[in-house]
Nanobody, 126 residues
Framework: QVRLVESGGGLVQSGGSLRLSCAASGLRMAYYSAGWFRQAPGKEREGVAC????????KYADSVKGRFTVSRDNAKNTVDLVINSLLPEDTGIYYC???????????????????WGQGTQVTVSS
């Protein structure tokens, strides 16, 4: 059974940083690209980052470029998301997900991802 577990969320002040982690079990993440999504209250889920299976290719939503960095450690079966210069609008539940592709398509869309974690809450105070 595939299981993704996110951690690292919390309450931080604007301008701060967080490192979110996603640990996978039940699959070998090295074969698949992985993504991070977020969902703010009352809004649709937004794809913010994708990293290819080998880690050489990364894509980011325009809204987070320069502040978010996605990385992975395939030996540990983990994918991380570092968020710098946090803004109140970064508040939301952050999810990691895995798709059957080994690359990142041009757009980071939820419909291409088949396995999801339960999410971790990030709250940024102004």
């Amino acid at each position: 059974q595939v299981r993704l577990v996110e951690s690292g969320g919390g309450l931080v002040q604007s301008g701060g940083s967080l490192r979110l982690s996603c640990a996978a079990s039940g699959l070998r993440m090295a074969y698949y690209s992985a993504g991070w999504f977020r969902q703010a209250p009352g809004k649709e889920r937004e794809g913010v980052a994708c990293i290819s299976a080998g880690g050489s290719s990364k894509k980011y939503a325009d809204s987070v470029k320069g502040r978010f960095t996605v990385s992975r450690d395939n030996a540990k079966n983990t994918v991380d998301l570092v968020i710098n210069s946090l803004l109140p609008e970064d508040t939301g539940i952050y999810y990691c997900a895995v798709q059957s592709l080994n690359y990142c398509p041009a757009r980071i869309v939820a419909s291409t991802y088949s396995n999801w974690g339960q999410g971790t809450q990030v709250t940024v105070s102004s």
